[in-house]
């Protein structure tokens, strides 16, 4: 927190994949062209990240306030004329809305070349986890979802490190098994492994 009680902290940005799936629901139904429209301008924006990708944040923000912000700003547009031509109980409305009042999230990718479009890179990373985190719910006992927690995780770290995994594991059991000292048990994580 600075002085001024502002923050320099993280900052909330939007995933403009969220958003696109509602409208992209409705433009396949075939349930409204406003939809279609969007869907096909939010093409666009992604067509531009894949040119930028890689970039420095300075030329990805560049390219972003050349291309991308004159479609955010018809989009907006679009959007706000929409809506209080439609029923408010709609499927549209829901979409409509849903930008609209996340619209500075939304917006924060245009001013800062470290913000991705969307969250869908991370949200793959992080499925292998909340699949075993699912399955662990079953794992018999309280002890033993624990103990599948742990050797998940620890599993997982090493995909992080670029570690082989059973490599560690068999040096890890092995060590253990000829009474490795437990002052010494940093040693044994995946970060810190040596073949």
Known sequence: MRKDG??????????????????????KAGASQVA???????ADLWKLEA?????????RIA???????????E??????????????????????RYAITRREIFERFLTD?????????????IRPQTITRKNSLF??????????????????????????LVAWLTQTLQRIANQWPRAKIDQLMPWNYQP
């Open 6 to 27: 502002g923050n320099d902290g993280p900052r909330l940005a939007g995933c403009w994949a969220h958003s696109r799936r509602r409208f992209y629901e409705l433009h």
């Open 36 to 42: 279609t429209d969007t869907t096909l301008r939010m």
């Open 51 to 59: 040119e930028v990708r890689g970039q420095s944040p300075e030329a």
């Open 63 to 73: 390219a972003r306030q050349a291309v991308s912000a004159p479609i955010v700003a």
């Open 75 to 96: 989009l907006f547009a679009l959007w706000q004329a929409t809506l209080p031509r439609i029923s408010g109980k709609s499927k549209l409305a829901e979409a409509l």
């Open 113 to 125: 070349g470290l913000v991705e479009l969307d969250s869908n890179i991370v949200e793959r990373a």
């Open 139 to 164: 794992a018999g006992s309280d002890g033993g979802g624990r103990t599948w927690a742990t050797i998940a995780t620890l599993l997982q770290t090493c995909k992080m490190n670029a570690v082989d």
